[in-house]
């Protein structure tokens, strides 16, 4: 069975480590935040000069003024500063997030990325992705395994306009936990109930399973 956005979230969650500097993207990513592990201290950062983001507000939270990047509002943690979005860039370029977030449309065999263009389709931009592929050694990329019409996302080479090159070590879809290196995907987790051959299936870039691929635990 495929991973809802909230399991994606989840599992994502459990890369986090304690003192992790980490920055969620627009999308799956932001829900992110919502499920740190208990007793664990990460600060989460958002580009437009946020580092302490919180959970999603509820009701009697929301303060209008107070957002990520996708403009949803959200709450601050304990020890939370605010500034302005210069110096959250000099941070995300200077190599200062321990761990990115993103979403994409494409992810190819040689860690290429491309996140921010579907030619003939509004798209709302490419947002501080450019910045965080270039300033990050650590990106996990989250995102749906195939088109709805069962079309690969998990491609030879990406056929859509770059984000970044080379950058892209990790991707998790809603059927599998991937690693990339020496050119190929690498599974690592299935979702539960999600076969290596549906997985195959779906993933056009070449795929190298070793031994027993286990279900995610959540």
Known sequence: MALSREQLAQRVAQELKDGYYVNLGIGIP????????????????????????????????IDADL?????????????????????SFAMIRGGHVDLTVLG????????NIASYMIPGKLIKGM?????LVAGADN???TMTHASKH???????????PLTGKGCIKKVLTDLAFIEIKEGK???LERAPGVSVDEIIQLTEGELVISGEIPEMQF
Do not use: W
């Open 30 to 61: 932001t829900l992110v935040a919502n499920y740190v592990p208990s007793g664990m201290e990460v600060m989460l950062q958002s580009e437009n000069g946020l580092l302490g983001m919180g959970q999603f507000p509820t009701e009697e939270e």
């Open 67 to 87: 957002i990520n990047a996708g403009k949803q509002t959200v709450t601050m943690a304990t020890g939370a500063s605010v500034f302005d979005s210069a110096e």
């Open 104 to 111: 994409a449309f494409e992810v190819d065999v040689n860690g």
């Open 127 to 131: 947002g501080g992705a450019m910045d």
């Open 139 to 141: 990106i996990i990329v």
């Open 150 to 160: 069962g079309v690969s996302k998990l491609l030879s080479r990406c056929t859509l």
């Open 185 to 187: 995907f690498h599974l």
